[in-house]
């Protein structure tokens, strides 16, 4: 016959049995952008959209290969290397341009878009802190979605090279020279700095202000999020007479970090040489990641507090 004490101990031991793991704040984090990429398929399948538009308008243009490559030949280093990559830049082009917009658009409605459909009421129901989940949607512009272009670009470029090396065998020229004008691993290096560092890390400034002006405004939240840059640039015109604040946001954002001892802003060639030492020196970095953490953090207290809409 079981005494009071071991009935006692059984009924603990099954509790302790039956209480649920906890869940690491990680994980926590890491299937909150799960969940964004689930509910936000355009992250992923724009970056497809447009490589496979591409490929296919490349794919039919190969025909003219051979003409350009024998015209090519005939023009110094520099030129020929320019014309024979030409279609790989702007395929690297196309794809950040549209990583921008979906980035820009993501972030405007990230918030406003769970208070307006009140499913924020849902969200906040589950074991997920507001911190976890601002953080969630802000790492998707600033570095799940450049991962995204970086591997899309590689890949649709690494396409091309293999489709065109078929085109120029097949015509009987050297894919020699196409290799060494576009040398892949080296342009691809220069892609994952340039995409992951400066649309990513660099811009991340931007994309804090959108994600707090999307938790906070009740209607046109892209309105109220271009309006006040917009109104501090023209105050200090009329009342000074200059454009400092434009002029900082066009550097910072525009310009990029000073690279290669220059004042020259940031650009493709640039990055190959030492992409990551200078990015990593230079102030303006720690600024903008200070900025983008006190709009962050405004984000998370307006989620905490802001009702639907």
Avoid at 159 to 188: H, Y
Avoid at 220 to 243: C, D, K, N, Y
Wanted: hydrophobic letters at 55%; glycine letters at 6%; aromatic letters at 12%.
């Amino acid at each position: 016959m079981s005494t009071p004490s071991n009935v006692l101990a059984d009924l603990q031991s099954r509790s302790e049995a039956m209480a649920p793991a906890e869940i690491s704040p990680l994980r926590r984090l890491v299937w909150s952008v799960r969940r964004e990429l689930w509910e936000n398929r355009s992250i992923y399948l724009a970056p497809l959209a447009v490589a496979a538009l591409f490929l296919a308008g490349f794919l039919v243009a190969l025909v003219r290969l051979p003409h350009t490559v024998r015209a090519a030949s005939a023009l110094g280093p520099i030129q020929r290397q320019a014309a024979i990559e030409q279609p790989y830049v702007i395929a690297a082009i196309m794809l950040m341009a549209i990583a921008m917009l979906v980035a820009v658009f993501y972030c405007v409605d990230a918030l406003y878009g769970e208070r307006r459909d009140r499913s924020t009421l849902f969200w906040k129901s589950l074991p997920v802190s507001d911190w976890t989940t601002v953080l969630s949607k802000a790492s998707i512009p600033i570095l799940v979605l450049p991962l995204v272009t970086f591997a899309v670009t590689v890949v649709t470029q690494f396409v091309m090279l293999l489709a065109s090396s078929a085109v120029l065998a097949a015509s009987g020229l050297s894919v020699r020279t196409l290799w060494s004008d576009v040398p892949f691993f080296e342009i691809s290096g220069i892609h994952l700095s340039h995409i992951v560092g400066f649309h990513g890390i660099w811009w991340a400034p931007i994309y804090g202000w959108l994600l707090l002006v999307s938790a906070w405004a009740k209607r046109a939240p892209f309105l109220w999020a271009t309006l006040p840059p917009v109104a501090i640039g023209a105050a200090e015109r009329i009342a000074f007479g200059t454009s400092h604040f434009s002029s900082f946001l066009q550097n910072h954002f525009l310009g990029g970090p000073i690279t290669g001892g220059s004042d020259s802003g940031m650009s493709m060639d640039m990055l190959g040489e030492d992409p990551w030492g200078w990015f990593l020196l230079d102030p303006g970095l720690y600024v903008g990641l200070a900025v983008t953490a006190a709009f962050l953090l405004a984000a998370v207290w307006l989620r905490r507090w802001r009702g639907p809409i």
